[in-house]
């Protein structure tokens, strides 16, 4: 009769053999979501802007959609516009986004960065980008190809 293996021995073999296997498998944003951090348009725009650069501030970014909603250059929109957006941001679209691990948020600087889902989710807007508002899409690539 076959003498069956050790237990402790087999488990350290095993172990050693591929430390890759009891590594926990990447954290995967499923597509519910991603649908949901994509919802709100200014939460998109704001997810173009990571394609851009992968660090802004909340008033960079406030500037940045308050004159696509409004249309206007950057240096033409008013303090009013610019507060409107910011608060909206900081209170509702910044919390979402973080939530999702989109982006992370140093409450002191008022810097956002791109967290562990943010390659996830802008993969997803560049592929149903022109589906949701073509227009949105359209005015944040022509931004990125004039730097």
């Not at 591929?18 to 998109?44: C, D, F, N, T, W």
């Not at 960065?113 to 022109?130: C, R």
């Amino acid at each position: 009769m076959a003498e069956e293996p050790d237990t402790d021995e087999q488990a350290t073999s095993d172990a050693s053999a591929s430390p890759e296997k009891q590594l926990p498998p990447p954290s995967i944003l499923e597509i519910e979501p991603v649908y949901q951090a994509l919802g709100h348009s200014r939460r998109r725009y704001l997810c173009y802007t990571l394609l851009e650069d992968t660090e802004w501030s909340l008033t960079e970014l406030a500037t940045k959609i308050a004159a696509w909603e409004h249309d206007v250059p950057e240096h033409a929109v008013t303090e009013a516009q610019r507060e409107e957006v910011y608060v909206s941001l900081y209170h509702a679209h910044v919390p979402k986004l973080v939530d999702e691990g989109v982006i992370t948020f140093d409450e002191t600087t008022e810097t956002i960065t791109t967290a562990e889902h943010a390659e996830q989710v802008i993969a997803a807007l560049e592929g149903m980008g022109a589906s949701l508002d073509s227009n949105q899409e359209t005015h944040a690539r022509s931004e990125m190809d004039e730097r």
